[in-house]
């Protein structure tokens, strides 16, 4: 799998590669499915996963960004990441992932736009988890300088009109939304009912990340079922993007535990499913 060639930089061969592609972009598939986040999540994983079924065509980038952060480079852009599918041609699938999609405003619209019929799967990790997690990968990369306990009370100063911004402004890219987004991205309801209000509820499924992480082969057997894969066993489940760091404060946790309460019982009233967190 190459890197992120289309981005310019000193790879000339891989620039030279993309802009191949990009020259057949009209020849080239739109993704079968997409893996629509959530951060931290496991989607990478997952991911992975799949790009070990036969079944399923490997890709040149695996995070293209294209609804997020790319959108305004076009279609054929897009399509220049995906295998030459000939007419009629349903086979090996072909996905993307990005975990921002699930969070970002305007994705679920430019989705139904573009790839309407793409098969769509969202994975949920205990939002406390989540956050925490989200926090040290930004710590991680020098993104964020602030205790997870000051970046929690300052989110929503961070955050504040990012997201009326990005709605005014399609070209738009906000940081703030994208990398400090601890708590907000918890809120997992309020995304969800975005994607549902274009897309029928069959269309996405909705896994809970800690079964995964459990129970690896039950739920990638589940999203083979979803996509119309046939079954598979796995020899291995290698975690992606692992991150270690110190335990968190209880009291922090058990602030955020109260915190999140209401929103993750919208979530069970909108799924009809209680995960166990």
């Given at each position: 799998?190459?890197?992120?060639?289309?981005?310019?930089?000193?790879?000339?061969?891989?620039?030279?590669?993309?802009?191949?592609?990009l020259?057949?972009a009209?020849?080239?598939a739109?993704?079968?499915?997409?893996?629509?986040?959530?951060?931290k999540?496991?989607t990478?994983?997952?991911?992975?996963y799949l790009q070990?079924?036969?079944?399923?065509?490997e890709?040149?980038?695996?995070?293209?960004h294209?609804?997020d952060?790319?959108?305004?480079?076009?279609?054929?852009?897009?399509?220049?990441?995906?295998?030459?599918?000939?007419k009629?041609d349903?086979?090996?699938?072909?996905?993307d992932d990005?975990?921002?999609?699930?969070f970002?405003?305007?994705?679920?619209g430019?989705?139904?736009?573009?790839?309407p019929?793409?098969?769509?799967?969202?994975?949920?990790?205990?939002?406390?988890d989540r956050?925490?997690s989200?926090?040290?990968h930004?710590r991680?990369?020098?993104r964020?300088?602030l205790s997870?306990?000051?970046?929690?009370?300052?989110e929503?100063?961070?955050?504040?009109g990012?997201e009326?911004?990005m709605r005014?402004?399609?070209?738009?890219?906000?940081?703030?939304h994208?990398r400090?987004s601890?708590?907000?991205?918890?809120r997992y309801?309020?995304?969800l009912?975005?994607?549902?209000?274009?897309f029928?509820?069959e269309?996405?499924l909705?896994?809970q990340?800690?079964?995964m992480f459990?129970?690896?082969?039950?739920?990638?057997?589940?999203?083979?079922a979803?996509l119309g894969?046939?079954?598979m066993e796995?020899e291995?489940?290698?975690?992606?993007?692992?991150?270690?760091?110190e335990?968190?404060a209880e009291?922090?946790?058990?602030?955020l535990?109260?915190?999140?309460?209401?929103?993750?019982?919208?979530?069970?009233e909108l799924?009809g499913?209680?995960?166990?967190?």
């Open positions: 799998m190459e890197g992120s060639e289309d981005q310019g930089g000193s790879d000339l061969k891989a620039r030279g590669r993309f802009m191949s592609r020259a057949t009209h020849l080239r739109l993704p079968d499915y997409i893996l629509v986040g959530g951060m999540c496991g990478t994983s997952l991911f992975q070990q079924h036969p079944g399923v065509s890709v040149y980038v695996e995070e293209v294209y609804f952060l790319n959108y305004g480079r076009g279609l054929n852009w897009y399509r220049a990441h995906f295998p030459v599918r000939t009629g349903r086979g090996p699938l072909c996905g990005s975990p921002y999609y699930l970002h405003p305007l994705v679920p430019r989705v139904r736009r573009d790839v019929d793409a098969r769509l799967v969202a994975l949920l990790r205990d939002p406390v956050a925490y989200h926090y040290h930004e991680r990369r020098g964020e300088t997870f306990e000051e970046a929690v009370a300052r929503g100063e961070r955050l504040e990012e009326a911004r005014a402004d399609a070209g738009h890219n906000s940081w703030e994208q400090h601890y708590i907000a991205r918890g309801a309020e995304q009912e975005r994607w549902f209000d274009l029928p509820r269309q996405l909705v896994l990340s800690e079964r459990r129970d690896p082969q039950a739920v990638f057997d589940r999203v083979l979803f894969l046939p079954d796995l291995g489940f290698r975690v992606f993007n692992p991150g270690g760091y335990d968190m009291g922090t946790r058990r602030r535990r109260e915190m999140f309460e209401p929103h993750n019982e919208a979530l069970w799924l499913e209680r995960f166990d967190w």
